[in-house]
Protein backbone atom coordinates (compact mmCIF):
# COMPACT_ATOMS: atom_id res chain seq x y z
CA UNK A 1 0.00 0.00 0.00
CA UNK A 2 0.99 3.82 -0.84
CA UNK A 3 3.05 5.36 2.53
CA UNK A 4 0.75 7.55 2.95
CA UNK A 5 -2.70 6.12 4.60
CA UNK A 6 -5.63 8.15 6.51
CA UNK A 7 -7.51 6.07 8.76
CA UNK A 8 -10.76 6.63 9.11
CA UNK A 9 -12.70 5.57 12.58
CA UNK A 10 -16.18 4.76 11.97
CA UNK A 11 -18.28 5.15 14.83
CA UNK A 12 -21.78 4.14 12.37
CA UNK A 13 -22.40 6.88 10.53
CA UNK A 14 -24.50 6.43 7.18
CA UNK A 15 -21.47 8.93 5.35
CA UNK A 16 -17.99 6.99 6.73
CA UNK A 17 -17.82 5.65 3.17
CA UNK A 18 -18.54 8.88 1.50
CA UNK A 19 -15.34 9.69 3.47
CA UNK A 20 -12.89 7.41 2.41
CA UNK A 21 -13.76 7.82 -1.53
CA UNK A 22 -13.34 11.84 -0.88
CA UNK A 23 -10.22 11.20 0.37
CA UNK A 24 -9.05 8.67 -2.42
CA UNK A 25 -10.67 11.34 -4.85
CA UNK A 26 -8.51 13.43 -3.42
CA UNK A 27 -5.19 10.96 -4.28
CA UNK A 28 -4.90 9.90 -0.71
CA UNK A 29 -5.06 6.08 0.30
CA UNK A 30 -7.79 5.78 2.64
CA UNK A 31 -9.00 2.70 4.93
CA UNK A 32 -12.08 2.50 7.29
CA UNK A 33 -11.48 0.44 10.78
CA UNK A 34 -13.59 0.59 13.78
CA UNK A 35 -14.33 3.49 15.97
CA UNK A 36 -13.46 1.58 18.79
CA UNK A 37 -10.36 -0.20 17.88
CA UNK A 38 -7.41 -0.36 20.10
CA UNK A 39 -4.38 1.75 20.09
CA UNK A 40 -2.05 -1.10 19.20
CA UNK A 41 -4.71 -1.82 15.91
CA UNK A 42 -4.84 2.04 14.89
CA UNK A 43 -0.32 1.56 15.30
CA UNK A 44 -0.63 -1.36 13.49
CA UNK A 45 -1.88 0.59 9.95
CA UNK A 46 0.52 3.05 10.14
CA UNK A 47 -1.62 5.76 10.02
CA UNK A 48 -0.19 9.31 8.69
CA UNK A 49 -3.44 10.73 9.57
CA UNK A 50 -6.94 10.15 11.45
CA UNK A 51 -10.68 11.06 10.31
CA UNK A 52 -13.22 10.10 13.13
CA UNK A 53 -16.29 9.65 11.36
CA UNK A 54 -19.95 10.80 12.37
CA UNK A 55 -22.62 8.63 14.37
CA UNK A 56 -26.23 7.88 15.24
CA UNK A 57 -25.28 8.12 19.09
CA UNK A 58 -24.72 9.86 21.77
CA UNK A 59 -21.33 10.77 23.29
CA UNK A 60 -22.71 11.43 26.69
CA UNK A 61 -25.06 8.41 27.10
CA UNK A 62 -24.02 5.24 28.60
CA UNK A 63 -21.91 2.61 26.71
CA UNK A 64 -21.35 5.29 23.48
CA UNK A 65 -18.77 4.31 21.00
CA UNK A 66 -15.67 6.00 21.72
CA UNK A 67 -12.20 5.99 20.45
CA UNK A 68 -9.28 4.92 22.47
CA UNK A 69 -7.79 8.27 24.26
CA UNK A 70 -4.60 6.94 23.27
CA UNK A 71 -4.58 7.96 19.88
CA UNK A 72 -4.76 11.58 20.92
CA UNK A 73 -1.32 10.81 22.32
CA UNK A 74 0.27 9.49 18.80
CA UNK A 75 -0.68 13.38 17.61
CA UNK A 76 -0.88 12.51 14.34
CA UNK A 77 -3.13 14.67 12.33
CA UNK A 78 -6.78 14.53 13.41
CA UNK A 79 -9.92 15.45 11.96
CA UNK A 80 -12.90 14.88 13.99
CA UNK A 81 -16.18 15.28 11.82
CA UNK A 82 -20.00 15.68 13.51
CA UNK A 83 -19.77 12.69 16.40
CA UNK A 84 -15.73 12.43 15.44
CA UNK A 85 -16.00 16.59 17.00
CA UNK A 86 -18.44 15.57 19.86
CA UNK A 87 -16.32 12.17 21.16
CA UNK A 88 -13.26 13.94 20.80
CA UNK A 89 -14.44 17.15 22.89
CA UNK A 90 -16.01 14.11 25.48
CA UNK A 91 -12.79 12.45 26.56
CA UNK A 92 -10.09 16.03 25.98
CA UNK A 93 -12.46 18.00 28.92
CA UNK A 94 -15.32 19.45 27.22
CA UNK A 95 -18.91 18.86 27.54
CA UNK A 96 -21.52 17.22 24.82
CA UNK A 97 -25.61 17.15 25.66
CA UNK A 98 -28.34 17.21 23.46
CA UNK A 99 -28.97 20.33 21.78
CA UNK A 100 -31.29 22.93 22.37
CA UNK A 101 -32.58 22.93 18.03
CA UNK A 102 -31.43 20.20 16.41
CA UNK A 103 -29.69 21.01 12.91
CA UNK A 104 -30.52 18.18 10.01
CA UNK A 105 -30.05 19.63 6.53
CA UNK A 106 -27.87 22.50 5.54
CA UNK A 107 -27.59 25.87 7.18
CA UNK A 108 -24.96 28.57 6.95
CA UNK A 109 -21.33 28.51 8.76
CA UNK A 110 -19.68 31.11 9.66
CA UNK A 111 -15.83 30.92 10.12
CA UNK A 112 -14.85 33.19 13.06
CA UNK A 113 -11.23 32.71 13.19
CA UNK A 114 -9.24 31.82 10.11
CA UNK A 115 -7.11 28.55 10.31
CA UNK A 116 -5.21 26.29 7.58
CA UNK A 117 -8.75 24.21 7.54
CA UNK A 118 -10.96 26.77 6.07
CA UNK A 119 -7.84 28.06 3.66
CA UNK A 120 -9.59 29.63 0.46
CA UNK A 121 -13.09 29.05 1.48
CA UNK A 122 -15.67 31.88 2.13
CA UNK A 123 -16.23 33.01 5.72
CA UNK A 124 -19.85 32.05 5.40
CA UNK A 125 -20.96 29.13 3.23
CA UNK A 126 -23.50 26.63 3.50
CA UNK A 127 -23.18 22.95 4.77
CA UNK A 128 -24.65 20.13 5.29
CA UNK A 129 -25.75 19.26 9.44
CA UNK A 130 -27.04 16.31 10.58
CA UNK A 131 -26.83 16.13 14.76
CA UNK A 132 -28.99 16.13 17.49
CA UNK A 133 -26.32 16.76 20.16
CA UNK A 134 -23.65 19.65 20.39
CA UNK A 135 -20.48 20.47 22.53
CA UNK A 136 -21.72 23.36 24.90
CA UNK A 137 -17.68 23.90 26.23
CA UNK A 138 -14.16 23.12 24.80
CA UNK A 139 -11.42 21.36 26.45
CA UNK A 140 -8.40 22.83 27.57
CA UNK A 141 -6.30 24.14 24.82
CA UNK A 142 -9.18 23.89 22.67
CA UNK A 143 -10.36 27.34 20.74
CA UNK A 144 -13.26 27.84 18.92
CA UNK A 145 -13.27 28.28 15.26
CA UNK A 146 -16.84 28.54 13.84
CA UNK A 147 -20.60 28.79 14.42
CA UNK A 148 -24.03 28.19 12.73
CA UNK A 149 -27.10 30.44 14.27
CA UNK A 150 -28.31 27.01 15.98
CA UNK A 151 -24.53 25.58 16.73
CA UNK A 152 -21.87 27.68 19.23
CA UNK A 153 -19.54 25.67 18.35
CA UNK A 154 -19.36 24.53 14.79
CA UNK A 155 -15.54 23.99 14.71
CA UNK A 156 -12.72 23.91 16.86
CA UNK A 157 -8.86 23.65 16.57
CA UNK A 158 -6.51 22.57 19.20
CA UNK A 159 -3.99 25.16 19.77
CA UNK A 160 -0.63 23.42 19.81
CA UNK A 161 -1.42 20.12 17.76
CA UNK A 162 -2.77 19.74 14.39
CA UNK A 163 -6.45 18.32 15.70
CA UNK A 164 -9.20 20.37 14.05
CA UNK A 165 -12.94 19.33 14.37
CA UNK A 166 -16.04 20.50 12.54
CA UNK A 167 -19.54 19.93 13.22
CA UNK A 168 -20.46 19.39 9.59
CA UNK A 169 -20.32 16.86 7.07
CA UNK A 170 -17.64 17.60 4.09
CA UNK A 171 -17.77 14.32 2.72
CA UNK A 172 -21.22 14.65 1.02
CA UNK A 173 -22.15 17.23 -1.98
CA UNK A 174 -24.51 19.00 -0.57
CA UNK A 175 -21.64 21.09 1.23
CA UNK A 176 -20.42 22.39 -1.18
CA UNK A 177 -16.76 23.39 0.23
CA UNK A 178 -16.73 20.15 1.50
CA UNK A 179 -13.72 18.91 -0.80
CA UNK A 180 -11.74 22.16 -0.07
CA UNK A 181 -12.01 21.61 3.33
CA UNK A 182 -10.64 17.90 3.30
CA UNK A 183 -8.39 18.62 0.74
CA UNK A 184 -6.79 21.45 2.82
CA UNK A 185 -6.58 18.72 6.14
CA UNK A 186 -5.04 16.67 3.97
CA UNK A 187 -2.51 18.66 2.21
CA UNK A 188 -1.83 21.83 4.73
CA UNK A 189 -2.37 20.23 7.95
CA UNK A 190 -0.94 16.60 7.39
CA UNK A 191 1.42 17.52 4.97
CA UNK A 192 0.64 14.48 3.19
CA UNK A 193 1.72 14.02 -0.65
CA UNK A 194 -0.99 12.79 -2.05
CA UNK A 195 -0.28 11.25 -5.92
CA UNK A 196 -2.20 7.90 -5.03
CA UNK A 197 -3.52 6.57 -8.30
CA UNK A 198 -5.11 3.52 -10.09
CA UNK A 199 -1.90 3.29 -12.07
CA UNK A 200 0.46 3.15 -8.70
CA UNK A 201 -2.46 1.04 -7.21
CA UNK A 202 -1.56 -1.26 -9.64
CA UNK A 203 2.20 -1.35 -9.42
CA UNK A 204 1.98 -2.27 -6.13
CA UNK A 205 -1.03 -4.85 -6.12
CA UNK A 206 1.46 -6.86 -8.65
CA UNK A 207 4.06 -6.45 -6.71
CA UNK A 208 2.09 -7.50 -3.66
CA UNK A 209 0.62 -10.73 -5.26
CA UNK A 210 4.41 -11.54 -6.01
CA UNK A 211 5.50 -10.95 -2.49
CA UNK A 212 2.50 -13.04 -1.12
CA UNK A 213 2.66 -15.95 -3.77
CA UNK A 214 6.12 -16.34 -4.01
CA UNK A 215 8.63 -17.57 -6.69
CA UNK A 216 7.64 -20.50 -7.21
CA UNK A 217 3.83 -20.28 -5.69
CA UNK A 218 0.58 -21.28 -8.49
CA UNK A 219 -2.95 -19.56 -7.62
CA UNK A 220 -6.26 -20.71 -8.60
CA UNK A 221 -8.63 -17.67 -9.41
CA UNK A 222 -12.24 -18.33 -8.77
CA UNK A 223 -13.78 -16.57 -12.97
CA UNK A 224 -17.15 -15.58 -13.14
CA UNK A 225 -16.45 -12.96 -16.01
CA UNK A 226 -17.77 -10.41 -14.11
CA UNK A 227 -15.61 -6.93 -13.49
CA UNK A 228 -14.38 -7.97 -10.65
CA UNK A 229 -13.09 -11.49 -11.51
CA UNK A 230 -11.70 -10.54 -14.48
CA UNK A 231 -9.62 -7.50 -13.59
CA UNK A 232 -8.71 -10.01 -10.75
CA UNK A 233 -7.58 -12.59 -12.99
CA UNK A 234 -5.83 -10.51 -15.19
CA UNK A 235 -3.93 -8.64 -12.80
CA UNK A 236 -2.97 -12.04 -11.02
CA UNK A 237 -1.58 -13.13 -14.50
CA UNK A 238 0.61 -9.83 -15.26
CA UNK A 239 1.69 -10.75 -11.64
CA UNK A 240 2.66 -14.91 -12.02
CA UNK A 241 1.60 -15.20 -15.97
CA UNK A 242 0.92 -19.20 -16.54
CA UNK A 243 1.35 -20.09 -12.99
CA UNK A 244 -2.59 -18.88 -12.92
CA UNK A 245 -5.08 -21.32 -13.71
CA UNK A 246 -8.77 -19.68 -13.26
CA UNK A 247 -11.60 -21.93 -12.72
CA UNK A 248 -14.92 -20.95 -14.28
CA UNK A 249 -17.70 -23.24 -12.07
CA UNK A 250 -20.53 -23.62 -13.71
CA UNK A 251 -23.08 -24.09 -10.99
CA UNK A 252 -26.45 -23.66 -12.78
CA UNK A 253 -27.04 -20.17 -11.88
CA UNK A 254 -25.17 -18.44 -14.80
CA UNK A 255 -26.83 -15.77 -17.16
CA UNK A 256 -27.58 -17.47 -20.69
CA UNK A 257 -24.70 -18.45 -22.42
CA UNK A 258 -22.26 -16.77 -19.81
CA UNK A 259 -20.37 -20.00 -19.95
CA UNK A 260 -19.12 -20.15 -23.32
CA UNK A 261 -18.97 -16.16 -23.32
CA UNK A 262 -16.41 -16.59 -20.36
CA UNK A 263 -14.53 -19.23 -22.61
CA UNK A 264 -14.10 -17.19 -25.20
CA UNK A 265 -13.47 -14.12 -23.98
CA UNK A 266 -11.14 -14.99 -21.26
CA UNK A 267 -9.29 -17.96 -21.92
CA UNK A 268 -9.01 -18.01 -26.48
CA UNK A 269 -8.56 -13.95 -26.65
CA UNK A 270 -6.63 -13.05 -23.36
CA UNK A 271 -4.76 -16.70 -23.27
CA UNK A 272 -5.55 -17.38 -19.48
CA UNK A 273 -5.48 -20.92 -18.02
CA UNK A 274 -9.14 -21.72 -17.97
CA UNK A 275 -11.43 -24.59 -17.04
CA UNK A 276 -14.66 -24.37 -17.12
CA UNK A 277 -15.81 -27.09 -14.04
CA UNK A 278 -19.22 -28.36 -14.62
CA UNK A 279 -21.18 -28.19 -11.34
CA UNK A 280 -24.50 -27.91 -12.13
CA UNK A 281 -26.19 -31.28 -10.56
CA UNK A 282 -24.04 -30.89 -7.27
CA UNK A 283 -24.88 -27.22 -6.54
CA UNK A 284 -28.25 -27.37 -7.28
CA UNK A 285 -28.78 -30.52 -5.26
CA UNK A 286 -27.33 -28.54 -2.53
CA UNK A 287 -30.17 -26.01 -2.66
CA UNK A 288 -33.16 -27.79 -3.00
CA UNK A 289 -35.61 -26.69 -0.69
CA UNK A 290 -33.68 -23.89 0.88
CA UNK A 291 -35.58 -20.77 0.62
CA UNK A 292 -33.52 -18.53 3.37
CA UNK A 293 -31.39 -16.27 1.15
CA UNK A 294 -28.80 -16.04 3.79
CA UNK A 295 -28.54 -19.80 4.15
CA UNK A 296 -28.67 -19.81 -0.04
CA UNK A 297 -25.23 -17.47 0.23
CA UNK A 298 -23.29 -20.02 2.57
CA UNK A 299 -24.29 -23.05 0.85
CA UNK A 300 -23.04 -21.70 -2.29
CA UNK A 301 -19.83 -20.05 -0.38
CA UNK A 302 -19.09 -23.35 0.73
CA UNK A 303 -19.59 -25.36 -2.21
CA UNK A 304 -17.03 -22.69 -4.46
CA UNK A 305 -14.31 -23.51 -1.77
CA UNK A 306 -15.37 -27.44 -2.15
CA UNK A 307 -14.90 -27.09 -5.87
CA UNK A 308 -11.90 -24.65 -6.20
CA UNK A 309 -10.04 -27.15 -3.55
CA UNK A 310 -10.44 -30.20 -5.92
CA UNK A 311 -9.29 -28.43 -8.91
CA UNK A 312 -6.70 -27.01 -6.92
CA UNK A 313 -5.66 -30.70 -5.86
CA UNK A 314 -5.73 -32.10 -9.80
CA UNK A 315 -4.02 -28.75 -11.13
CA UNK A 316 -1.78 -28.80 -8.08
CA UNK A 317 0.57 -27.73 -6.33
CA UNK A 318 -1.70 -24.44 -5.89
CA UNK A 319 -1.54 -23.13 -2.50
CA UNK A 320 -3.43 -19.68 -3.23
CA UNK A 321 -6.94 -18.54 -4.27
CA UNK A 322 -7.66 -15.40 -5.64
CA UNK A 323 -10.89 -13.47 -5.56
CA UNK A 324 -12.81 -10.23 -6.57
CA UNK A 325 -13.63 -9.71 -3.53
CA UNK A 326 -14.60 -5.11 -2.83
CA UNK A 327 -15.15 -3.36 0.05
CA UNK A 328 -18.46 -2.95 0.44
CA UNK A 329 -18.29 -6.69 0.38
CA UNK A 330 -16.44 -6.74 3.38
CA UNK A 331 -18.43 -3.22 5.08
CA UNK A 332 -21.59 -5.34 4.35
CA UNK A 333 -20.86 -8.51 5.57
CA UNK A 334 -19.41 -7.60 8.66
CA UNK A 335 -19.45 -3.69 9.50
CA UNK A 336 -16.67 -1.69 11.09
CA UNK A 337 -19.05 0.86 12.04
CA UNK A 338 -20.59 0.82 16.09
CA UNK A 339 -24.49 -0.41 16.30
CA UNK A 340 -24.24 -1.29 12.37
CA UNK A 341 -25.70 -4.61 11.30
CA UNK A 342 -24.61 -7.39 8.78
CA UNK A 343 -26.60 -6.25 5.92
CA UNK A 344 -26.18 -9.80 3.97
CA UNK A 345 -23.49 -12.26 3.77
CA UNK A 346 -21.29 -12.20 1.08
CA UNK A 347 -20.41 -15.95 -0.57
CA UNK A 348 -16.95 -14.88 -0.96
CA UNK A 349 -16.38 -13.20 2.58
CA UNK A 350 -19.00 -14.31 5.25
CA UNK A 351 -20.20 -17.41 3.32
CA UNK A 352 -16.49 -19.19 3.21
CA UNK A 353 -16.22 -21.91 5.40
CA UNK A 354 -14.16 -21.75 8.76
CA UNK A 355 -11.51 -24.33 7.48
CA UNK A 356 -10.30 -23.67 3.89
CA UNK A 357 -6.90 -25.43 2.54
CA UNK A 358 -6.13 -22.50 0.22
CA UNK A 359 -4.82 -18.88 1.17
CA UNK A 360 -6.47 -16.22 0.13
CA UNK A 361 -5.69 -13.68 -2.62
CA UNK A 362 -7.72 -10.54 -2.40
CA UNK A 363 -5.91 -7.47 -4.13
CA UNK A 364 -8.96 -5.24 -4.85
CA UNK A 365 -10.04 -5.78 -1.31
CA UNK A 366 -9.75 -2.40 -0.46
CA UNK A 367 -11.58 -0.64 -3.80
CA UNK A 368 -14.81 0.31 -4.49
CA UNK A 369 -16.81 -1.27 -7.93
CA UNK A 370 -16.00 1.94 -9.91
CA UNK A 371 -12.20 2.00 -8.75
CA UNK A 372 -12.10 -1.72 -10.19
CA UNK A 373 -13.64 -0.53 -13.58
CA UNK A 374 -10.61 2.27 -13.47
CA UNK A 375 -8.06 -0.78 -12.56
CA UNK A 376 -9.25 -2.89 -15.28
CA UNK A 377 -8.76 0.07 -17.78
CA UNK A 378 -5.25 0.44 -16.26
CA UNK A 379 -4.68 -3.39 -17.02
CA UNK A 380 -5.76 -3.07 -20.77
CA UNK A 381 -9.56 -4.52 -20.58
CA UNK A 382 -11.63 -4.11 -23.41
CA UNK A 383 -14.98 -1.45 -22.62
CA UNK A 384 -16.91 -3.92 -23.10
CA UNK A 385 -15.65 -6.44 -20.12
CA UNK A 386 -14.97 -3.27 -17.74
CA UNK A 387 -18.34 -1.40 -18.26
CA UNK A 388 -20.50 -5.14 -17.93
CA UNK A 389 -23.31 -4.95 -14.83
CA UNK A 390 -22.31 -6.43 -12.01
CA UNK A 391 -23.16 -9.88 -11.73
CA UNK A 392 -23.57 -11.40 -7.76
CA UNK A 393 -21.74 -14.36 -6.78
CA UNK A 394 -24.47 -16.67 -6.00
CA UNK A 395 -25.84 -16.00 -9.30
CA UNK A 396 -29.43 -16.44 -9.97
CA UNK A 397 -30.48 -18.30 -7.05
CA UNK A 398 -30.48 -14.76 -5.07
CA UNK A 399 -32.48 -13.52 -8.04
CA UNK A 400 -34.98 -16.69 -8.17
CA UNK A 401 -36.75 -15.65 -5.02
CA UNK A 402 -37.46 -18.69 -2.79
CA UNK A 403 -36.33 -22.00 -3.47
CA UNK A 404 -33.90 -22.61 -6.44
CA UNK A 405 -35.31 -25.04 -9.14
CA UNK A 406 -34.04 -25.58 -12.42
CA UNK A 407 -37.67 -24.46 -14.53
CA UNK A 408 -37.68 -21.24 -12.58
CA UNK A 409 -34.16 -20.45 -13.21
CA UNK A 410 -34.87 -21.42 -17.11
CA UNK A 411 -37.90 -18.45 -17.03
CA UNK A 412 -35.69 -16.01 -15.47
CA UNK A 413 -32.31 -16.55 -17.84
CA UNK A 414 -34.68 -15.99 -20.71
CA UNK A 415 -36.50 -12.80 -18.75
CA UNK A 416 -33.53 -11.78 -18.27
CA UNK A 417 -31.73 -11.98 -21.81
CA UNK A 418 -34.74 -9.95 -23.00
CA UNK A 419 -34.53 -6.99 -20.86
CA UNK A 420 -30.91 -6.46 -21.26
CA UNK A 421 -31.26 -7.33 -24.44
CA UNK A 422 -33.52 -4.20 -24.96
CA UNK A 423 -31.31 -1.91 -22.83
CA UNK A 424 -28.67 -2.49 -25.30
CA UNK A 425 -30.61 -1.65 -28.15
CA UNK A 426 -32.07 1.27 -26.07
CA UNK A 427 -28.93 2.58 -25.64
CA UNK A 428 -29.79 2.27 -21.94
CA UNK A 429 -27.21 -0.25 -20.73
CA UNK A 430 -24.44 2.12 -20.65
CA UNK A 431 -26.75 4.70 -19.02
CA UNK A 432 -27.46 2.38 -15.80
CA UNK A 433 -25.05 0.85 -13.17
CA UNK A 434 -27.05 -2.44 -12.97
CA UNK A 435 -30.16 -4.04 -14.10
CA UNK A 436 -31.30 -7.57 -13.90
CA UNK A 437 -34.60 -9.70 -13.89
CA UNK A 438 -35.95 -11.23 -10.46
CA UNK A 439 -38.51 -14.28 -10.66
CA UNK A 440 -40.82 -13.65 -7.38
CA UNK A 441 -42.71 -17.23 -5.57
CA UNK A 442 -45.84 -15.59 -6.47
CA UNK A 443 -48.28 -16.30 -9.02
CA UNK A 444 -51.23 -14.16 -10.50
CA UNK A 445 -54.19 -14.53 -12.54
CA UNK A 446 -53.98 -13.38 -16.59
CA UNK A 447 -55.82 -13.63 -19.79
CA UNK A 448 -53.83 -15.49 -22.34
CA UNK A 449 -55.50 -16.35 -25.77
CA UNK A 450 -58.89 -15.41 -24.34
CA UNK A 451 -57.90 -17.48 -21.75
CA UNK A 452 -57.36 -17.66 -18.03
CA UNK A 453 -53.55 -18.03 -16.93
CA UNK A 454 -52.45 -18.17 -13.42
CA UNK A 455 -48.09 -17.97 -13.69
CA UNK A 456 -45.23 -16.51 -12.59
CA UNK A 457 -44.46 -12.75 -12.25
CA UNK A 458 -41.24 -11.15 -13.27
CA UNK A 459 -39.76 -7.72 -11.60
CA UNK A 460 -37.57 -5.49 -13.61
CA UNK A 461 -34.78 -3.82 -11.57
CA UNK A 462 -32.73 -0.88 -12.55
CA UNK A 463 -30.17 1.42 -10.63
CA UNK A 464 -27.39 3.83 -10.76
CA UNK A 465 -24.77 3.92 -8.68
CA UNK A 466 -21.14 4.72 -8.05
CA UNK A 467 -19.87 1.93 -5.45
CA UNK A 468 -22.78 0.16 -4.42
CA UNK A 469 -23.07 1.90 -1.22
CA UNK A 470 -26.35 3.61 -2.22
CA UNK A 471 -28.02 3.35 -5.29
CA UNK A 472 -30.59 5.17 -6.93
CA UNK A 473 -33.66 3.49 -8.80
CA UNK A 474 -33.49 4.68 -13.12
CA UNK A 475 -35.58 6.00 -14.29
CA UNK A 476 -36.13 3.93 -17.70
CA UNK A 477 -38.66 5.48 -20.30
CA UNK A 478 -42.22 4.16 -20.18
CA UNK A 479 -41.52 2.84 -23.54
CA UNK A 480 -38.51 0.43 -22.91
CA UNK A 481 -40.34 -0.82 -19.89
CA UNK A 482 -43.58 -1.54 -21.77
CA UNK A 483 -41.45 -2.97 -25.03
CA UNK A 484 -39.56 -5.41 -22.33
CA UNK A 485 -43.06 -6.18 -20.40
CA UNK A 486 -44.95 -6.83 -23.72
CA UNK A 487 -41.78 -9.05 -24.96
CA UNK A 488 -41.21 -10.93 -21.52
CA UNK A 489 -45.17 -11.90 -21.44
CA UNK A 490 -45.55 -13.12 -24.67
CA UNK A 491 -42.02 -14.76 -25.38
CA UNK A 492 -41.21 -16.43 -21.73
CA UNK A 493 -43.61 -19.34 -20.89
CA UNK A 494 -44.56 -19.25 -17.47
CA UNK A 495 -44.67 -15.44 -17.26
CA UNK A 496 -48.11 -13.56 -16.98
CA UNK A 497 -46.94 -10.32 -15.59
CA UNK A 498 -44.13 -7.75 -15.01
CA UNK A 499 -43.27 -5.01 -12.45
CA UNK A 500 -40.61 -2.57 -12.14
CA UNK A 501 -38.71 -2.11 -8.90
CA UNK A 502 -38.39 1.77 -7.85
CA UNK A 503 -37.11 1.48 -4.52
CA UNK A 504 -33.83 2.67 -3.93
CA UNK A 505 -31.16 1.77 -1.45
CA UNK A 506 -31.71 2.68 0.93
CA UNK A 507 -34.24 1.20 2.46
CA UNK A 508 -34.18 -1.31 0.09
CA UNK A 509 -30.57 -3.05 -1.39
CA UNK A 510 -29.73 -3.82 -5.06
CA UNK A 511 -30.37 -7.27 -5.11
CA UNK A 512 -33.78 -8.89 -3.64
CA UNK A 513 -31.80 -11.09 -1.37
Same mark, same amino acid.
Given at each position: ?? /? ?8 G ?19 I? #? ?22 ? !? ?9 ? *? ?6 ? *? ?7 F?A????Q ?10 E ?8 D????L ?11 ? !? ?5 ? #? ?21 D ?54 ? +?? $????? $? ?5 ? #? ?11 ? /?????V ?15 ? /?????K ?47 P ?17 ? &? ?10 H?V???P??M ?7 L ?9 E??? &? ?17 ? &?V ?6 Q????A ?13 ? /? ?11 AV ?9 ? $??E +? ?7 ? +? ?15 ? &? !????R ?19 ? !? ?9
Amino acid at each position: MP /RDLVLILDFGSQYTQLIARRVRELGVFSEII #SGTASIDEVRKHRPSALILSGSPA !SGYRDRAPMPD *PEIYALKK *PLLGICYGFQATMQLQGGTVSKAERAEYGTATFHVDRATPLFAGVPKRFRAWM !SHGDEVQ #SLGPGWEKVAHTSSCAFAAARHDKLPFHLIQFHPEVVHSPYGKQVLGNFLFRIAGLKGGWSMKNFLRQAVADIRAQVG +RD $GHILC $GLSGGVD #SSVVATLCHRAVG /RRLWCVLVDHGLLRMGEADEVA /RELGEKRGLNLRVVDARERFMSKLAHVTDPEQKRKIIGAEFIAVFEEEAKTLGPIEFLAQGTLYPDVIESAS &AGWGAQVIKTHHNVGGLPERMHLKLVEPLRWLFKDEVRELGR &ALGLPDHLVDRHPFPGPGL &AVRTLGAVQAEDLAILRKADAIFIEELH /RAHWYHRTWQAFAVLLPVSTVGVK $GDE +RSYEKVIAL +RAVNSSDGMTADWTRLP &A !SLLARVASRIANEVRGVNRVVYDCT !SKPPATIEWE
